[in-house]
Structure formats: C-alpha cells, structure tokens
C-alpha cells in the first residue's frame, strides 16, 4: 500500500510567478523509512506543509493512504492530520505551560483514534516512548524549559509517535545535535516506527545520515521546478 502517493504535484505562494515545487509523481510505500535531502531553500519545508494539510497544493493531488488529502475540507484535513500523521518539528513545537508527560499527550487529547491505540494508560505510554528514546527518568518533572536541546528532541519524538500514527514526518529535527547523537536518536526513533508499522519521512540537509534509511530521495532530482528556478 502506498502512504504517500503524489500526481502532478504544483505549489508556488501568493503572488509569487514560478512554482516552488513541480512534483510529477512521488511514491512512498507502508512501512518505508526514507530520507529526503536538499539545501536550504529547496523547498523541503513548503512540501511536509502541504503533506501535513498546512497549505494546499497550488494544483495536482495528494494522495495519503490512499485518502483523497488534497480535496478534503479543511476541517477534515486537520481531523486526518490527528489521527493519522505525528511531526516532528524543526524546532519542536513544546509548550512550555504543559509538562513533559503532557505536552507527549497531546495527540491523544486531540485524537480519539490516537487515544484508542494506546494499550496501557496514555501516561503509561507516554513514559514507555520517553524511557525508550531514552529521556532521563528526573527529567519528568522538570519545565520543558529546563531540558537540553537533546532532551526536548526526545518529548518532541514520543509525542509525534504516541498512539501510532501510520505516517510520521521529521522536519530536520536533529539539526542541533552532533553526529554521533544525530544517528543514535534516528536509531532509535526507527525501532519505534518499526515496532509501530509507522512509515517514517524524514527531511534533512546532512547526508551523512542517508545510509541508515531504505532510501534515499533528493528533492532536486523529482521536483522540476527546481531546474527550471535553478534552485
């Protein structure tokens, strides 16, 4: 089954005359771990915003599992993105008024389906996906605030995978570690997905990570507006 299925893909911003992205086809199937690479500017962010249901597409469609995502309303993209998809954001996105065990809860407050998924208590699961990433256990209870860098990317992870969502999207999320951290965190956030059967797609600019995914996808090499803007 295909996760991700793209035809005829055009998106440029308000006012602007050239498209950004021009993705004839893009295909990624259940279960697949992929990296998408590209430099700044590549339009990297503009495509996991339209994955995501953030912006709409300017023209062609968007196909995730095989749900018509493109032409919903937008009260029903926001209704699939909550049940279906966790994101991890570039710079995490935690909310620093909730607590740790919280602030992974979210999806679930947000997502009956989320919530239906998680076997034992969500508090639970949140603290097995935490102890798992290997979040240190007194970090806890300590402001959001207060957690390294490192240690907020782990809350950001458990939160976009509580409650098994089918397609996970990694928006540079390790752009702040060195490598030796960069690589063990996507190892573990992979036997997590594996565990889940989440599809994982994972956007980064370091192709020193390219080698731990099934595949690698270049953003330049499938979006032709790229060679036509000589981006």
């Not at 950004?20 to 915003?49: A, H, M, R």
């Not at 239906?116 to 979040?135: C, F, G, I, T």
């Amino acid at each position: 089954m295909n996760v991700i299925e793209l035809s005829d893909l055009h998106f440029r911003w308000p006012k602007q005359s050239t498209y950004l992205l021009n993705i004839p086809s893009l295909t990624v199937k259940k279960g697949e771990k992929v990296f998408l690479k590209g430099p700044s500017g590549s339009g990297k962010s503009s495509l996991l915003s339209l994955l995501a249901g953030i912006t709409q597409p300017t023209s062609g469609k968007i196909s995730l599992l095989q749900q018509p995502f493109s032409t919903l309303k937008p009260s029903q993209r926001d209704k699939f993105r909550a049940n279906h998809i966790g994101y991890i954001f570039q710079m995490f996105n935690l909310l620093p008024y909730l607590s740790v065990i919280d602030n992974v809860l979210l999806p679930c407050r947000f997502s009956e389906q989320r919530k239906r998924q998680v076997a034992d208590s969500m508090e639970q699961e949140a603290k097995r996906l935490l102890s798992q990433l290997h979040l240190p256990e007194e970090c806890l209870e300590k402001p959001i605030s207060e957690l390294s860098i490192g240690q907020q990317q782990r809350v950001a992870a458990a939160r976009a995978l509580i409650g098994k969502p089918e397609l996970l999207i990694a928006d540079e999320p390790t752009s702040a570690l060195d490598h030796d951290n960069r690589e063990a965190f996507i190892q573990l956030l992979m036997a997590e997905c594996e565990q889940a059967g989440t599809t994982l797609l994972f956007v980064s600019h370091d192709e020193t990570l390219e080698a731990l995914f099934d595949r690698s996808i270049t953003l330049k090499d499938i979006n032709q507006a790229a060679r036509e803007n000589h981006l």
